[in-house]
């Protein structure tokens, strides 16, 4: 089936930016961070007692796959509205891609997908977008101290993990099928497939 919209994929590491270059893109953007199970989901994996929201078992992807292969197909869906404070969805609202043939879909989870994506017809790309580790762990504890996403002490020790463990959260990304590539590399390759995909009529 030939879709009049197709998605490009943006993963990397928490923190590096995925949400800003999105933005740059000029695209509409999907943010798969809002497909997150709720809190009270008993299906969330865990760890020493507490959920591994880091663990793609805490993240919806059959509903964010259906979600991109309707937008793909229609140009529109609802899409969900998840508070990361509260640890579940608190909304929802209209989401439309009707006027570009392509949008972005980031999120740490994105690399999770591709294949799904791929075996639907509506990918049109995949990156995983790469910084250095110190500028992403700053970056990262600046964003969730702003807004307030946990307790402080918290944020700093999970901040801690995710620095050691962003090689190999990079490497799994790329083993899915998402291409490593620095923030203007990746700009380049989005001006890329556009030029290559004609406006839907």
């Not at 740059?24 to 809002?34: A, I, M, Q, S």
């Not at 992807?61 to 579940?88: F, N, Q, S």
């Not at 006027?99 to 049109?124: D, K």
């Amino acid at each position: 089936m030939d879709h009049p919209h197709r998605v490009i994929l943006l993963a990397g590491a928490s923190g590096s930016g995925k949400s800003y270059i999105a933005r740059r893109t000029g695209l509409p953007v999907l943010c798969l961070d809002d497909f997150y199970k709720d809190g009270d989901d008993p299906t969330l994996p865990r760890r020493n007692g507490h959920v591994d929201w880091d663990s793609p078992q805490s993240w919806d992807a059959a509903a964010a796959v259906e979600t991109i292969a309707r937008l793909a197909r229609d140009g529109k869906a609802e899409v969900p509205v998840y508070a990361i404070g509260a640890d579940r969805r608190v909304a929802s609202r209209p989401f439309k891609v009707t006027e570009s043939p392509l949008f972005v879909a980031e999120g740490i989870f994105a690399a999770e997908i591709v294949e799904e994506c791929r075996q639907h017809g509506v990918l049109a790309g995949a990156y995983a977008l790469r910084r250095p580790r110190g500028a992403t762990f700053l970056r990262r504890l600046s964003r969730d101290l702003a807004e307030q996403r946990k307790a402080p002490r918290v944020l700093l020790r999970r901040g801690l993990a995710l620095l050691r463990a962003e090689p190999a959260v990079l490497r799994r990304q790329i083993g899915l099928g998402a291409r490593p590539a620095p923030a203007r590399e990746v700009l380049r390759g989005v001006a890329d497939l556009l030029a290559a995909h004609p406006r839907p009529s």
